[in-house]
C-alpha cells in the first residue's frame, strides 16, 4: 500500500531560526501533496497545496513567505518554517496523493517553538 | 474550504457497543473519507467512499455516502478498546478551489472502557 515519510516526527528550535519538515512518497508518485496544521484538539486545517515543479498554492490567511513549500520531485515535498515564533508551534501533516493511490498522510510532526 | 459539520463530538461507550457517527454539509461532494488519528499521529484512512448511496464495509466498520452527495455516516459494530481514538470525516469538493484538497470535519473523539 501507499506510505507517506514525514519527518521529523518532533523539532524543537529557538525563536527566529527556520525549521524544515519533510514529506516523502515512498513507494508510490505523488503528484499533489497537502500541507495540514492542526492544533490541539482540533481539525486539520490545510495550509496549502503543492503540485510537482510549479508553486504551491495557499489557503487565505497562510503566509507563502513564512511557510515555504518546495515540491522538487514527484516523491518529496519540504515545509519550512521560517523566522519561527511560538505562535507557530503546531502539528503538522503531510498528505500525498497520486494517480492510482488516493490521500495517504504523514505521521506528522509536532513543532514546539521557545 | 468548505466546514463539515461532525457529530457527536465526542463519545464515551463501553466495550462491545455500537458506535455511529455521521457528517454533513451545504456543498455537494464527490468523495467521503473516514479517516482514524491516534494521539501524536497522522490521520489513517478507514474507508473511503466515491459513489452516492454505496455502502461499504471495512471490518466492524460501515460507512454509507448519503444519496445527496452531502453527507455520510460511520458505523463501529462492538467496539474495542483500540478503537480509542479522534475520527475525522473528509469529504473532496466538486470544483474545489484547491485542487482536490479535502475539506475535513471537526472530529469525534471515542473513548472505549473495557
Known amino acids: 500500500g501507499a506510505v507517506v515519510s514525514q519527518h521529523p516526527s518532533r523539532v524543537i528550535c529557538k525563536s527566529g531560526t527556520s525549521v524544515k519538515i519533510e514529506c516523502r512518497s515512498l513507494?508510490?508518485?505523488?503528484?499533489?501533496m497537502f500541507w495540514y496544521r492542526q492544533f490541539p484538539k482540533k481539525s486539520l486545517m490545510l495550509m496549502a497545496t503543492?503540485?510537482?515543479?510549479?508553486?504551491?498554492?495557499?489557503e487565505q490567511g497562510v503566509e507563502k513567505d513564512k511557510f515555504l513549500i518546495n515540491h522538487a520531485s514527484l516523491t518529496l515535498s519540504t515545509l519550512t518554517v521560517t523566522s519561527a515564533h511560538p505562535e507557530d508551534s503546531s502539528f503538522y501533516i503531510c498528505?500525498?496523493?497520486?494517480?492510482?493511490?488516493?490521500?495517504?498522510f504523514g505521521s506528522g510532526t509536532r513543532l514546539t517553538v521557545v | 474550504g468548505q466546514q463539515l459539520n461532525q457529530s457527536p463530538q465526542s463519545m464515551f461507550i463501553q466495550e462491545g457497543e455500537d458506535v455511529s457517527m455521521n457528517c454533513t454539509s451545504s456543498?455537494?461532494?464527490?468523495?467521503w473519507l473516514w479517516y482514524k488519528q491516534d494521539p501524536g499521529e497522522g490521520p489513517v484512512l478507514l474507508i473511503a467512499?466515491?459513489?452516492?448511496?454505496e455502502l461499504t464495509s471495512n471490518g466492524r466498520l460501515t460507512a454509507q455516502f448519503g444519496i445527496t452527495r452531502k453527507d455520510s455516516f460511520l458505523n463501529i459494530s462492538a467496539s474495542i478498546p483500540s478503537d480509542v481514538g479522534i475520527y475525522f470525516c473528509?469529504?473532496?469538493?466538486?470544483?474545489?478551489?484547491?485542487?482536490?484538497?479535502?475539506?475535513f470535519g471537526k472530529g469525534t473523539s471515542l473513548l472505549v472502557t473495557p
Open positions: 498528505s500525498a496523493a497520486g494517480s492510482d493511490y488516493g490521500y495517504t
Open positions: 513507494d508510490f508518485q505523488a503528484t499533489t
Open positions: 503543492s503540485n510537482e515543479g510549479s508553486k504551491a498554492t495557499y
Open positions: 456543498s455537494i461532494f464527490n468523495t
Open positions: 467512499l466515491y459513489k452516492a448511496g
Open positions: 473528509a469529504g473532496q469538493l466538486l470544483n474545489s478551489n484547491s485542487g482536490y484538497a479535502l475539506n
